[in-house]
């Protein structure tokens, strides 16, 4: 176990390297979130929207940055510096994990950039229960992060299947969580997809914490929900670590 947190900690910061010598790299990623933020915000309606609608951005671009990490190991892949990561002393989970876990950093630096946008034009924030929704979107962000490399290694000879799966999944998840539009009026078989859909629960869960609703029912299901995600992608993409050649 010993060995295997210091192997890890050696991929977390080889991973996280790039990130801090370009920090736009993560402004740049925001983009789309604050293309939305700054287009459907003013759609709508109430004095307290923002409320309503940041904390779902700030799961969007968790969506967005984490779905497309796999990218980065396509690239290595590609150019034979995964093939010599694999012949290292260094454990198989490790390679992913450490990878998991540097997704944190990102996730926490947008969140505080939307935030911090926002508050000039009237969002509240709620320190504690914000604090606590960027511990939630840790779990979730590690889950999709593990996930994404998973596709990577699925879709090692043939790149154009990594963001075929990734552009063909990441909307409806996005949609179907309420993200941009609430579900409430919606038809039965939409509510019934967004009930199983984990990221619903997620957003809920941030909905209620970024507002100082700390003991909501929501933020259990979300605490869950995000716990889930986080455990079985890390557990997904050791399994295809291991087996990695």
Sequence with gaps: ???????????????????????????????????FLALFAPLLPGDNSLQWFVPGIIVMSCLFGSSMTGSNLLYEMQTGSHERMLVTP?????????????????????????????????????LGGALLGLLVMAAFCIGLGSLSYTLALASKSKEWLFWTVQQTLIFPLLLLAGVLLPLDNGPGWLKALSKINPMTYVV??????????????????????????????????????????
Excluded: Y
Excluded at 10 to 29: G, K, N, T
Excluded at 204 to 224: K, M, P, Q, Y
Excluded at 226 to 240: E, I, S, Y
């Design 1 to 35: 176990m010993t060995s295997l947190v210091s192997d890890t900690r050696v991929v977390f910061s080889r991973e996280l390297r790039p990130v801090l010598r370009d920090p736009f790299s993560v402004i740049f990623s925001m983009i789309q979130p604050l293309f």
């Design 90 to 126: 260094l454990r198989r989970p490790a390679l992913l994990i450490g990878r998991a876990l540097k997704e944190i950093v990102p996730m926490f630096v947008q969140a505080g950039v939307i935030v911090a946008a926002c508050i000039p034009f009237g969002f509240e924030l709620h």
């Design 204 to 245: 809920d869960a941030e909905r209620a914490l970024f507002n100082g609703d700390v003991w909501a029912r929501s933020t259990v299901e979300g605490l869950i929900a995000a716990v889930t995600v986080g455990a079985v992608g890390l557990a997904v993409g050791v399994r295809a670590m291991k087996r990695s050649d």
